[in-house]
């Protein structure tokens, strides 16, 4: 994925950072057992941000939660 240096401004990044560091905190805050490692974790969901910022998105919830889709665990059976 491929970013032009100023595609995004200031306050772009700082919203991004915000829902990076919210979705971070959530994932921290429950018991997970992901099959992956913290890196790649982090990755995964830096990655989802920028994905959604690129397609417009700049509300911080919301881009925490499409963050998140897909890492949350699985309920128990």
Known sequence: M????????PEAVAVMGRAFE?????LNAITMDLPYSAHVVRRRI???????AQDGERDPQ?????ALRGLEPSPAD
Not at 62 to 66: G, N, P, S, Y
Request: aromatic share 12%; proline share 4%; charged share 35%.
């Open 22 to 26: 919210q979705a971070w905190q959530e």
């Open 46 to 52: 830096a990655l989802r941000i920028l994905e959604a």
């Open 62 to 66: 919301r881009l925490k939660e499409l």
């Open 2 to 9: 491929d970013f032009p240096e100023d595609a995004y401004g």
